[in-house]
C-alpha cells in the first residue's frame, strides 16, 4: 500500500491515462482498502470526492484472494484470522459486523499462533471468503464517493508543477 496526500497524478498503465487526487491511494489489499475505508469512511476526515483507490488486479483482496466457483466460495490466499490479531479481528468483528466461526471444528488453539483461529461465514455457515471484509469496505467507499481504479499499475508520481511542464 502506498498513499499519496498532496495534489498527485498517478500515470497509469490502463485508461484513463492520468487522474489528479488529492489523496491517492495504491494498492486494493488490506493495508489500502483499510488505510482509504479508516480516512473516509470511519473517521470522516477525507472528503470522498478527494480519494482515489488504485488497484493493478481487477479486484481487491492482494494476498487475500477470494474466488467463487459456482456456489463455492474459496480462499486461494490468507483465510484465516485469531482474535487478537486487531487488524483484521477487531474491524471483522466490530466495525463490520461479520459473521465468523472456528477454523478448526474443535476451536482449539492453533499450534503456530497459539490462538483459536476463525473464518468469515455467510447466513448459512458457508464460507464467505476472508476478502469479505474487503469487498464490504469498497462498497462503502464507493457509495461514499471515492473513486476507485481497478486495472491501473503504479508507473510513475508528479507534482502538479512537474505535471504541467
Known amino acids: 500500500m502506498f498513499a499519496v496526500h498532496a495534489a498527485?497524478?498517478?500515470?497509469?498503465?490502463?485508461?484513463?491515462?492520468?487522474?489528479?487526487?488529492?489523496?491517492?491511494?495504491?494498492?486494493?489489499?488490506w493495508a489500502g482498502?483499510?488505510?482509504?475505508?479508516r480516512l473516509v469512511v470511519d473517521s470522516s476526515s477525507l472528503d470522498p470526492a478527494d480519494v482515489c483507490l488504485f488497484e493493478a488486479r481487477s479486484?481487491?483482496?492482494?494476498?487475500?484472494?477470494?474466488?467463487?466457483?459456482?456456489?463455492?466460495t474459496v480462499d486461494v490466499g490468507a483465510y484465516r484470522f485469531g482474535k487478537n490479531m486487531h487488524l483484521p479481528g477487531d474491524l471483522i468483528d466490530k466495525a463490520l459486523n461479520l459473521s465468523t466461526t472456528c477454523y478448526e471444528p474443535d476451536?482449539?488453539?492453533?499450534?503456530?499462533?497459539n490462538q483459536v483461529?476463525?473464518?468469515?461465514?455467510?447466513?448459512?455457515?458457508h464460507n464467505a471468503g476472508y476478502a469479505t471484509?474487503?469487498?464490504v469496505m469498497v462498497k462503502q467507499l464507493s457509495a461514499a464517493g471515492v473513486r476507485i481504479f481497478y486495472h491501473h499499475e503504479l508507473t510513475g508520481i508528479y507534482d502538479d508543477d512537474a505535471h504541467d511542464g
Do not use: H, M, N
Not at 33 to 37: G, Q, R
Not at 107 to 113: N, S, V, Y
Not at 117 to 125: C, K, M, S
Open 107 to 113: 476451536c482449539k488453539p492453533d499450534a503456530e499462533f
Open 59 to 72: 479486484a481487491v483482496g492482494g494476498r487475500t484472494y477470494t474466488v467463487d466457483v459456482g456456489p463455492l
Open 133 to 135: 471484509p474487503l469487498r
Open 8 to 29: 498527485v497524478w498517478l500515470a497509469a498503465a490502463a485508461s484513463p491515462p492520468a487522474t489528479s487526487c488529492d489523496t491517492a491511494v495504491i494498492g486494493g489489499g
Open 117 to 125: 483461529l476463525y473464518r468469515i461465514v455467510d447466513d448459512q455457515g
Open 33 to 37: 482498502v483499510y488505510a482509504a475505508w
